[in-house]
């Protein structure tokens, strides 16, 4: 069975330090995976996408930049958070083709104050 | 360009009662579509899904949805609800042919039960 696991589970930060966020995905090669930013009560906004480690597309300019160092792992990270960076991040794989619904991790929870 | 729009903020029923969340959306042509649910401080778990066939759709926890090519909709129903029920839905469409399967999401209904 497929599983997806987000790291840290939450964050506290101050405004202008970095941050990395983790997702790993384990039980399935090759997924495309993505990142979602959740501000609090609001809807989804997908930040990035891959489908080959090494290859990331962006789809939202937040000042992000995110990376697949290995075919199970995709990180996001900053130099500079900012008040704006607050937040849910939401972790998600799919199989590779047309019919591929998204599965989403747990989320990490990032305050910035 | 593709949008989704779940008019209603927030639902609210009886236990027991039938629930039915809309969901319309705007694209060029028939989309993929999508509910998702999000329980408090999770991620989301899908609930069901609309590729193409017969527009009505069955999926977990007793969940359906009608697609309605005519109305742009695709409608989440229960007959009966439950208190485990209460989260936030979300309706997300994705275009056919997108290998990066991007998904458009709508701001979500929060449904909760009448105490």
């Known amino acids: 069975a497929q599983t997806i696991h987000q790291w840290p589970v939450a964050e506290i930060k101050a405004v202008g330090s970095p941050l990395s966020l983790g997702c790993t995905i384990k039980g399935k090669s090759s997924p495309n995976l993505y990142w979602y930013w959740q501000a609090t009560g609001g809807t989804l906004q997908q930040l990035f996408y891959?489908?080959?480690?090494?290859?990331v597309e962006s789809v939202v300019q937040l000042n992000l930049s995110a990376s697949r160092p290995k075919d199970d792992q995709f990180i996001l990270s900053t130099e500079k958070l900012l008040l704006s960076h607050s937040g849910f991040y939401l972790c998600?794989?799919?199989?590779?083709?047309?019919?591929?619904?998204?599965?989403f991790g747990p989320g990490t929870r990032l305050t910035v104050l | 360009a593709q949008s989704v729009t779940q008019p209603d903020a927030r639902v609210t029923v009886s236990e027991g009662a039938s629930l039915q969340l809309r969901c319309k959306y705007s694209?060029?042509?028939?989309?993929?579509l999508f509910w998702y649910v999000q329980y408090p401080r999770q991620g989301l778990q899908l609930l069901l899904k609309y590729y193409s066939g017969d527009p009505v759709v069955q999926g977990v926890n007793s969940f359906e949805a009608e697609f309605s090519k005519s109305n742009s909709s695709f409608h989440l129903q229960k007959a009966s609800v439950h208190w485990s029920d209460s989260a936030v839905y979300f309706c997300?469409?994705?275009?056919?042919?997108?290998?990066?399967?991007?998904?458009?999401f709508g701001k979500g209904t929060k449904f909760s039960l009448i105490p």
């Open positions: 694209y060029s042509a028939t989309p993929y």
């Open positions: 891959s489908i080959t480690v090494g290859q």
């Open positions: 997300a469409l994705s275009p056919p042919g997108t290998g990066s399967n991007r998904l458009t």
């Open positions: 998600a794989w799919s199989l590779w083709g047309n019919y591929a619904e998204q599965f």
